[in-house]
């Protein structure tokens, strides 16, 4: 099943930021990982204004993603993420159970 992660931040070195950015794509393409949305405007409909930056990313499945995370080319990259801004990456596996309201399914 395809799994997904919800990444949010607040950069405070744009510039150091985008070395993580120019770097991200190629690792993402090893493990079958791509963007749904990448910085895209953020509007709240209800609750607490989202003021963060999100991400939206796809990959094949939790295998993949966790592979992905621990490569020695995306924790490089990650250096200048970590350097230039704080945030959180939230992982949410997709299953088959979209057919029915029920929340508890």
């Known amino acids: 099943?395809?799994?997904?992660?919800?990444?949010?931040?607040?950069?405070?070195?744009?510039?150091?930021?985008?070395?993580?950015?120019?770097?991200?794509?190629?690792?993402?393409?090893?493990?079958?990982?791509?963007?749904?949305?990448?910085?895209?405007?953020?509007?709240?409909?209800?609750?607490?204004?989202?003021?963060?930056?999100?991400v939206l990313l796809e990959f094949p499945d939790r295998a993949a993603v966790m592979a992905w995370y621990h490569d020695a080319d995306y924790q490089s990259a990650a250096a200048f993420r970590h350097a230039a801004s704080t945030g959180r990456i939230i992982l949410q596996e997709g299953r088959d159970n979209t057919a029915t309201p029920d929340p508890l399914v």
């Not at 090893?30 to 607490?48: A, C, H, K, M």
């Open 1 to 54: 099943m395809a799994a997904y992660l919800i990444v949010t931040m607040t950069i405070h070195d744009p510039e150091t930021y985008r070395k993580y950015t120019a770097l991200t794509p190629a690792t993402l393409a090893r493990y079958g990982g791509r963007f749904l949305t990448r910085g895209d405007e953020v509007s709240t409909i209800e609750g607490p204004a989202f003021t963060e930056r999100l």
